[in-house]
């Protein structure tokens, strides 16, 4: 049986070969290529100050994107039966991600946690239930809070 945080890691070096979009840091304009990578439907919902993406596919994903008034996407979550591809869904902040990943022991094998001044994931689950979240703290809208990201 895999543990989570070595499928986190291995999921994280298997992306190394997968085609990279904007994703978190980029604009807005990525959410289409997003949605014709995972094949699926995509649903903008206004909030106050922001819009979130809600991108559905077939299989059961379900991936959000959160963009500001500008059009840069300052977070993102998913939930579903696995973990998208975290080099689209983290963008350019996938490398520094995975680094942190694979540079320290995990000893909760259903949680992950990974806290930069630039980045942060949390990811957990199990069996075909997974979800999680990461988001830009610099680029993250005033009055807004990481709470909001589900």
Request: net charge positive.
């Amino acid at each position: 049986m895999m543990r989570k945080p070595v499928f986190i890691a291995s999921a994280l070096l298997a992306a190394l070969c997968a085609p990279a979009f904007a994703g978190l840091g980029g604009n807005v304009s990525s959410v289409d290529a997003d949605r014709a990578s995972l094949k699926g439907e995509v649903r903008a919902t206004s909030q106050a100050g922001f819009t979130v993406h809600a991108i559905s596919a077939a299989g059961g994903m379900l991936v959000n994107e959160y963009a500001a008034p500008d059009g840069t996407v300052f977070a993102v979550s998913w939930r579903g039966p696995g973990v998208p591809d975290l080099r689209q869904v983290l963008g350019s902040y996938f490398p520094l991600a995975q680094q942190q990943a694979l540079s320290r022991p995990h000893y909760n094998h259903h949680q992950v946690r990974i806290a930069t001044p630039d980045v942060v994931v949390e990811s957990s689950g199990h069996a075909r239930s997974f979800i999680g979240r990461a988001w830009a703290p610099a680029l993250l809208p005033q009055n807004f809070s990481v709470a909001d990201i589900k």
